[in-house]
């Protein structure tokens, strides 16, 4: 009796890890592309975050690089642009019901940018402006002090009300500090002894973000050496650099979720970010392609015309997804801190999408199929595969890919879950589509199999 029992337990154990491993088990969710670390199944599951580019430069309305590109010394800069800076109108309710509205799960605020203007209280010593009295931030030299608001703080208790998670944005190089000078696209170090106090104090603040604010995500940006070992004062960041300042992130919060640009081109950090692009197909492990509405980040007042439209960023989106990636679309508010009327009216169109079709976005992993279909794309969860129609047939007759070895059990519009009829015949399921399209962008047909 004894040995039967233990043999039917080993023969149940066996098959649930068939089932684990061959990701069937049971209604558990449908593996990655690649594989996921415990502390970023979240990340990778919500798919759809917000980006916030957001600094004195959105004041001056040139986007965030106008320091360098228009060749402003830190002095101007300061005088004319950062102490002039008075975001009274920032609201982050408003700001993250956007989000929370275009399915967005979540935030990813500028802290600091290469301006080096800290967007936060910063008690840090040697980030001053250039008499050295003041210290460069929001609270501290800018008219908005006056108001003893925290807009970080803000921001992040409006994610924690509406359930969306909270992420900071830091600039490895700093177009302000004492210790750097511009240098083309990246800034160059006075000297081997403000390199090592740059660096610690680089770390000082990055301790008091992650002491006051706790973020989920820390995305990292200028870090641009292409530098692997032996720093020059030029070229002064290394992948060594990378390592180590991944490995402090990871001592102050250890399920922190930090992006490759502690270093880029080296694997370093948990996902990588695609240069503004959607590669070719999943990558082999998490990844992030960022994107602008309008080919600004930081506020342009001369983007401010042309906006993509909202068809072109939903299957953006779609398109990230169908490689089972993330999506990160920007804003860059105003310098009085209001969203602009391009960024409103993108973010409401794309949330009427996700309201109907949120579910073949989120925890889905990418399409199944070698080829993309002529037609849209394919993303996928559980038995169900989310055929995205981009282009409608004309006969109304949609030819999708049978997903191998498996029956068919309905086929319906995601967005009511009405049936249409189908064949499925051989390595094809030909569905048979209403006359007119529901939606321009995107309708959504899931194939759900036994
Ligand atoms: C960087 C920043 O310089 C820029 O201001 C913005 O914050 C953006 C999100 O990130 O710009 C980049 C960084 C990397 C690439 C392009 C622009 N890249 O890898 O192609």
Redesign the pocket.
Known sequence: MKTGFNWKRKLLSLLLLFCLLTGLAGSGTMAHAYNVPDNMKWWADDKFGMFI?FGSYSYFGHG??AMQTEGISKETYQKTISAKFDPEKFDAQEIVSYAKKAGMKYLVFTAK??EGLAMWDTKVASFTDTTGQKIYSLQQYTPFGKTNRDIIMELKNACQQAGIHFGLYYSIIDWNHSSQTVEGDFTKMASWEARTAYIADMKAQLKELVDTYDPEIMWF??DWTYKKDNPTLKKWWTKQDGQDLYQYMKSLKSDIIVNERVC?SFGLGDFE?P??SIPEKALSRPWET?QTMNNA??YKKDCEKSYYNVRYMIQDLVEVASKDGNYLLNIGPKGDGTMTAGSRKILKGIGNWMNRYGDSIYGTSGTPFAKKPSWGRYTRKDNVIYAHVMKWPKDQKLVTKKYAGKKVKKVYLLQNGKKLKYNATGKKVIIKMPEKKPDKADTVIAVQYQ
């Open positions: 580019h965030e690089w940018h290469h940006d200028g880029r970010c240069e503004q960022c980040w930081g």
